[in-house]
T-cell receptor
Framework: AQKITQTQPGMFVQEKEAVTLDCTYD???????LFWYKQPSSGEMIFLIY??????QNATEGRYSLNFQKARKSANLVISASQLGDSAMYFC????????????FGKGTRLSVIA | NAGVTQTPKFQVLKTGQSMTLQCAQD?????MSWYRQDPGMGLRLIHY???????DQGEVPNGYNVSRSTTEDFPLRLLSAAPSQTSVYFC??????????????????FGPGTRLTVL
């Protein structure tokens, strides 16, 4: 069974600084996908970035990048140049190789950006 | 496209009452799922469906029923509400993995959520 662990319940970062949100995963599958979602205080779930287990390059989407270390089973989210609007809950999630079941989510990290 | 819609947005029930949370999507997605979100617990899967007529249980299915008679709709039924079912409920849909060319790409498109309180 797949499992996602996010060990940081809460994080603080100064505006314009970079921040790393940790995510480790557990799976015996060879093929899988890793996702990050953002949930602002308004409650909606916003897809940020995806990394496939066979992707050789780390995924990037604007200010978001995914630091993928397959041997360590980690998929950390890096947010560069933090903005006040980045304050939110962030969830790491995994798609099993079969893809026949929905994503497995971690418990989330609450990020607060300080001016 | 409206995407994934959920009704109602808010609901208060008394213990023992039943109700149905509605979910619909207009993206012709095969996969649909229901999650509940509780403080400190992240999102936990209740039930999911990989196509019309096919449903399966997730991590926390007890007390909930689902059916999938059409591709568009995936209602969640609470048979006899309990205070432990107080939560925020999210419906999500996705394409079948592999259709994007990536075998494990399963991005979930979420509805806005239903906040349910059971007294």
């Amino acid at each position: 069974a797949q499992k996602i662990t996010q060990t940081q319940p809460g994080m603080f970062v100064q505006e314009k600084e970079a921040v790393t949100l940790d995510c480790t995963y557990d799976t015996s599958d060879q093929s899988y996908g890793l996702f990050w979602y953002k949930q602002p205080s308004s409650g909606e779930m916003i897809f940020l970035i995806y990394q496939g287990s066979y992707d050789e390059q780390n995924a990037t989407e604007g200010r978001y990048s995914l630091n993928f270390q397959k041997a360590r089973k980690s998929a950390n989210l890096v947010i560069s140049a933090s903005q006040l609007g980045d304050s939110a809950m962030y969830f790491c999630a995994m798609s099993p190789s079969s893809g026949n079941t929905p994503l497995v989510f971690g418990k989330g990290t609450r990020l607060s950006v300080i001016a | 496209n409206a995407g994934v819609t959920q009704t109602p947005k808010f609901q208060v029930l008394k213990t023992g009452q039943s109700m149905t949370l509605q979910c619909a999507q207009d993206m012709n997605h095969e996969y649909m799922s229901w999650y509940r979100q509780d403080p400190g617990m992240g999102l936990r899967l209740i039930h999911y469906s990989v196509g019309a007529g096919i449903t399966d249980q997730g991590e926390v299915p007890n007390g909930y029923n689902v059916s999938r008679s059409t591709t568009e709709d995936f209602p969640l039924r609470l048979l006899s509400a309990a205070p432990s079912q107080t939560s925020v409920y999210f419906c999500a849909s996705s394409t079948r993995p592999g259709t994007s060319g990536l075998s494990s790409y399963n991005e979930q498109f979420f509805g806005p959520g239903t906040r349910l309180t059971v007294l």
